[in-house]
């Protein structure tokens, strides 16, 4: 009797501990601003599910991804680790190997093991294969099976990059054996027409870069040949991947999943489907934000029709800052009117400043996040050490040096975070309390191609940006005593981990 009441007690504790594991779900979007959603101050464009997340769950004002530009921003939301510390992080062509150890710890593979199905659609952008990169035509591997997810259905890098095709579980799909892929990112391909020879051919064009390989009217970054039937057509790409996304979580709805769900909007080229069109009054910038909130809307449907909405915990949160022209003439700058991308921060993606990697931040678990504002700080970089406590997987601390148990703040049961952070772009910051402190850094002080500020002073800059959230005022001589002080974080930060 005794043995059975036992066996009773384990089973009816195990069964606790799998109720408690909820789904995780985090949605990722490509370049989106902290001003560009309704939640975050937006009028000009409505996002009435990107609300609901916001209005149901606990929105951040004080979230950061790590850095201002895409790749090194993922590569520590897999890892755990600040991406300066590896070399080979920046941000990487179509055809690059994979930048992830498969031998280190991710944030996918600690799911695994604690008994979670493991999901990635949409966009990849940390580079598949080999170092030098993948062969298109066959398998493609190592990529994200081996660092964790049991299923992926993504975009090699970005939609302005060749190839432009789908892969799906390690392969390209819809590929002809007979027509296969060549990619290169140095010469052109004889006989393949370019944007930049032949515009004629362009129903988007481009206004800096972007003038090489033609696909589907519009002109990439990469030279591209073959693989005629397995291109993409940008203007489905948004039903694509939620689509995929939507049976994912059918599929798993029996048991606790991990989805990272990355849209490819807002990025260029911003080619939304012909239903969104005049969604806004910004142009194909505003209505990507439009069809980015249906995406996330079919899936608070999909969840809501399948009873998992209280069984799911979701992150809703962008990848980096704004960028208004970032290649293409899609009358971004001309019909921004009063919107402000960045909000009330200065800078954008490619910058040091706080509207690179200040950006959305939502944690929405209904029955468990009370709703509400936190002015937490908290980071991406700390999804791992944190889901890793939600599911009862212990870390390697030896490979994850950077990733903080910050599950209290995430979900709302204690209003303080980090005690700092370090910002990156082409360089490095440090965030202290409400103290931002820039080193000096020469080169350009704007991103003439883009317009966008980068930070760079070889005065160094401090701000209160408690006080100054435009970074306007710097205090830098000051507070020589605050600067030693974030100094001394920056270099200990450093010599915690690997060095770069």
Same mark, same amino acid.
């Given at each position: 009797m005794k043995r059975l009441l036992l066996f009773l007690s384990l089973a009816l504790s195990i069964h606790a501990i799998a109720a408690d594991k909820p789904?995780?779900?985090?949605?990722?979007?490509?370049? =989106?601003?902290?001003?560009?959603?309704?939640?975050?101050?937006?009028?000009?464009?409505?996002?009435?599910?990107?609300?609901?997340?916001?209005?149901?769950?606990?929105r951040f004002t004080d979230g950061h991804c790590t850095s201002g530009t895409c790749t090194p921003s993922r590569y520590a939301i897999m890892t755990g680790e600040y991406p300066w510390r590896k070399k080979g992080t920046g941000v990487l062509p179509g055809d690059a190997g994979l930048i992830i150890e498969q031998e280190r710890g991710t944030l996918p593979a600690t799911l695994q093991k604690a008994g979670y199905a493991t999901g990635a659609i949409g966009k990849w952008h940390l580079g598949l294969g080999p170092q030098g990169g993948p062969d298109w035509n066959g398998e493609i591997k190592p990529g994200a099976r081996e660092v964790g997810f049991d299923y992926s259905f993504i975009m090699a890098a970005t939609g302005d990059r060749v190839p432009c095709v789908y892969v799906e579980n390690g392969r390209v799909v819809g590929?002809?054996?007979?027509?296969?892929?060549?990619?290169?990112?140095s010469a052109p391909f004889p006989g393949e027409p370019t944007g930049k020879a032949n515009p004629e051919l362009l129903k988007l064009h481009y206004?800096?870069? $972007?003038?090489?390989?033609?696909?589907?009217?519009?002109?990439?970054?990469?030279?591209?040949?073959?693989?005629?039937?397995?291109?993409?057509?940008? !203007?489905?790409?948004?039903?694509?991947?939620?689509?995929?996304?939507?049976?994912? #979580?059918?599929?798993?709805?029996? $048991?606790?999943?991990?989805?990272?769900?990355?849209?490819?909007?807002?990025?260029?080229?911003?080619?939304?489907?012909?239903?969104?069109?005049?969604?806004?009054?910004?142009?194909?910038?505003? /209505?990507?934000?439009?069809?980015?909130?249906?995406? #996330?809307? @079919?899936?608070?449907?999909?969840? /809501?029709?399948?009873?998992?909405?209280?069984?799911? =915990?979701?992150?809703?949160?962008?990848?980096?800052?704004?960028?208004?022209?970032?290649g293409y003439k899609d009358e971004a700058v001309e019909k921004l009117g009063s919107h402000k991308p960045a909000g009330p921060w200065r800078g954008g993606k490619y910058s040091i400043y706080e509207g690179g990697t200040r950006v959305p931040f939502i944690v929405r678990w209904p029955g468990r996040v009370k709703p509400g504002v936190s002015s937490a700080l908290v980071c991406q970089v700390?999804? $791992?050490?944190?889901?890793? @406590?939600?599911?009862?997987?212990?870390?390697?601390?030896?490979?994850?040096?950077?990733?903080?148990?910050?599950?209290?703040?995430?979900?709302?049961?204690?209003?303080?975070?980090?005690?700092?952070?370090? !910002?990156?772009?082409?360089?490095?910051?440090?965030?202290?309390?409400?103290?931002?402190? &820039?080193?000096?850094?020469?080169?350009?002080?704007?991103?003439?191609?883009?317009?966008? !500020?980068?930070?760079? /002073?070889?005065?160094?800059? =401090?701000?209160? #940006?408690?006080?100054?959230?435009?970074?306007?005022?710097?205090? &830098?001589?000051?507070?020589?005593?605050?600067?030693? !002080?974030?100094?001394?974080?920056?270099?200990?930060?450093?010599?915690?981990?690997?060095?770069?």
């Open positions: 789904n995780i779900l985090i949605i990722l979007i490509d370049d =989106l601003g902290y001003g560009d959603v309704g939640c975050y101050g937006a009028t000009a464009v409505k996002t009435p599910n990107v609300d609901r997340l916001a209005r149901e769950g606990l590929l002809d054996p007979k027509d296969p892929i060549k990619v290169n990112y206004s800096h870069g $972007h003038d090489m390989a033609i696909v589907n009217g519009i002109s990439r970054i990469g030279y591209m040949q073959g693989g005629k039937s397995a291109l993409w057509k940008d !203007e489905d790409m948004a039903d694509t991947f939620t689509q995929k996304a939507v049976k994912f #979580v059918e599929e798993n709805k029996d $048991h606790p999943f991990y989805l990272y769900f990355a849209t490819q909007d807002i990025h260029v080229p911003r080619v939304p489907n012909p239903r969104f069109a005049g969604a806004t009054t910004m142009g194909p910038r505003g /209505d990507a934000i439009a069809e980015m909130d249906w995406s #996330v809307g @079919e899936i608070l449907s999909t969840l /809501d029709r399948l009873k998992l909405t209280d069984k799911t =915990l979701i992150v809703f949160t962008s990848d980096n800052g704004p960028v208004v022209d970032d700390d999804f $791992h050490a944190s889901f890793a @406590e939600l599911v009862g997987q212990p870390l390697n601390t030896e490979k994850q040096w950077d990733s903080q148990n910050q599950l209290a703040a995430l979900l709302g049961d204690s209003k303080e975070g980090r005690d700092s952070m370090i !910002e990156d772009a082409n360089g490095r910051a440090v965030r202290a309390g409400s103290w931002k402190y &820039i080193p000096p850094r020469p080169g350009v002080k704007r991103n003439v191609a883009n317009n966008v !500020e980068t930070g760079n /002073d070889p005065q160094g800059q =401090l701000y209160d #940006v408690s006080a100054d959230n435009g970074e306007t005022s710097n205090v &830098i001589s000051a507070h020589p005593e605050k600067v030693a !002080e974030l100094n001394k974080i920056l270099d200990s930060t450093r010599d915690a981990g690997r060095h770069p």
